[in-house]
């Protein structure tokens, strides 16, 4: 008789966590021990998980590797994610050179110095919504107070789009982010959001104003760069972005600060290049985009000494990236002073995030806000009662009830 | 120090901007402007820092 190497089952990917402050302990151990390996995911199919900081980099720096969910091997998020990107197509499941012609169009009202501009805007916004929240009955929601409706003010401001209807697109976009959605649930929650987004641009065609979609129909659609259906796609997507990623990274972020008192009144002490390291270090730590970022190979590449073939499926893991000791030192600690803090927590290459700058300088002002104005800020139930976003495209919580102390 | 951009591939995600300010800045269109070229001394750690940042790999360093 003779006997055959059995083919081992790759694990399920993503793997459940342990402790809701770390990614999976099963990812580590990938990432020790076989940092580039096979995983199943939910369609049957058995993509490449790469967990490694220098491999995951270069697997995204490498446009061989496909961001089309229609390439063979693509391997998605979901059957709802997947439905979602087929209909509702915008530049970041494009390649080159149709995604760098969309992208171009973008980057200008997103520079750095740009973006800088909006602080007042970004200010004000933190001042309302704080001013608001100390007049409510303690415990508050900070998530509903404060964590998502502050990107959702300050991108709708930007894009031009009525927050009065935010209750609208919010809900759309939580069905538009759950990996759990079925593929019909998902296009419905995209058509929703699509058809509302094509009304807006019609009207911004009718009635510009100072906003991006204006600038996007007058200087883009107008002049034939742009068709009316791709202006939608682009509003689609810094709309869905630019509100959940930000507010998940204030709600677990204060959550996490609120676990190291002593950095955290670094942080209240406001100290613009210590904040700014914080807000680094928590998107290092928490990488709340935390399912890996999704590739295709279209040829044959060789990543850490592993053979992937074109038509097969990679996954890089930036949430193992960002925890790799050879990269970082100590990288399951928050140390707000760490050096050199080179994180993918906004992906990398020409995919990166487009809205970084923003998303830092709302995490920049909110945080040492918050912390400044409720001296004592605590959560106000254990840890244990609070719901984290496992199922969720971006990781964070779904509510965090926080009390402070008042003045006597 | 010599830097040299490929400034066709800048994807004008700001990273260099915000690792070595002294040296890099973006247009309205926000593609890579060098300020300082060749970059002072001084600023040999910034900017080996913004050419590692770089998620296009638009900066190397000579």
Known sequence: ??????????????????????????????????????????????????????????????????SDVDKPGYPATSIGVKARRKASRSFIAMDDPDHARHRKMLIGEFTVRRTESLRPLVEETV?????????????????????????????????????????????????????????????????????????????????????????????RIHTGELTADDAVGMAFL???????????????????????????????????????????????????????RRRAATEDVE????????????????ESANRDP??????????????????????????????????????QIAYPALLRRFPGLRAAVPVDEIPFRDEMVVYGVHTLPVRWDTAV | MRVSLQKDLCIGAGQCVLAAPAVFDQDEDGTVVPLADPPPAEEAEAVRSAAHACPARVISVG
Not at chain 1, 7 to 30: G, I, K, N, S, W
Request: proline share 7%; charged share 25%.
């Open chain 1, 1 to 66: 008789m003779t006997t055959t190497q059995p083919t081992p089952t790759p694990p399920t990917y993503p793997m459940a966590r342990e402790c809701p402050f770390d990614p999976p302990a099963e990812v580590r151990a990938l990432r020790e021990e076989s940092p580039v390996s096979r995983v199943r995911i939910w369609d049957g199919s058995s993509p490449w998980l790469v967990t490694r900081y220098d491999d995951v980099r270069t697997v995204l720096a490498d446009q061989r590797f496909s």
């Open chain 1, 127 to 219: 001042t309302e919504l704080l001013d608001a929240m100390e007049t409510l009955p303690q415990p508050v929601d900070l998530v509903e107070a404060f964590a998502l409706p502050l990107p959702s003010m300050v991108i709708c401001r930007m894009l031009g789009v009525p927050y009065a209807d935010h209750a609208f697109f919010q809900e759309h976009s939580r069905a538009l982010l759950d990996v759990t959605a079925g593929a019909d649930a998902a296009k419905h929650a995209n058509d929703e959001l699509r058809g509302y987004l094509a009304e807006l641009v019609a009207a911004k065609e009718r009635e510009p104003g100072d906003d991006l979609l204006s600038r996007l129909v007058e200087r």
């Open chain 1, 238 to 292: 810094l709309l869905v972005a630019g509100h959940e990623t930000t507010a998940n990274m204030i709600g677990l972020g204060t959550l996490t600060l609120l676990r190291h008192p002593d950095q955290a009144a670094e942080v209240r002490g406001g100290d613009p290049a210590t904040v700014a390291a914080a807000v680094e270090e928590l998107l290092r730590l928490l990488t709340v985009v935390h399912t890996g």
């Open chain 1, 303 to 318: 990543i850490g000494g592993v053979l992937i073939r074109a038509g097969e499926g990679v996954i890089a893991a930036g």
């Open chain 1, 326 to 363: 050879e990269q970082f030192a100590n990288p399951d600690e928050l140390d707000i002073h760490r050096r050199g803090n080179h994180h993918v927590a906004f992906g990398f290459g020409v995919h990166q995030c487009l809205g970084q700058p923003l998303a830092r300088l709302e995490l």
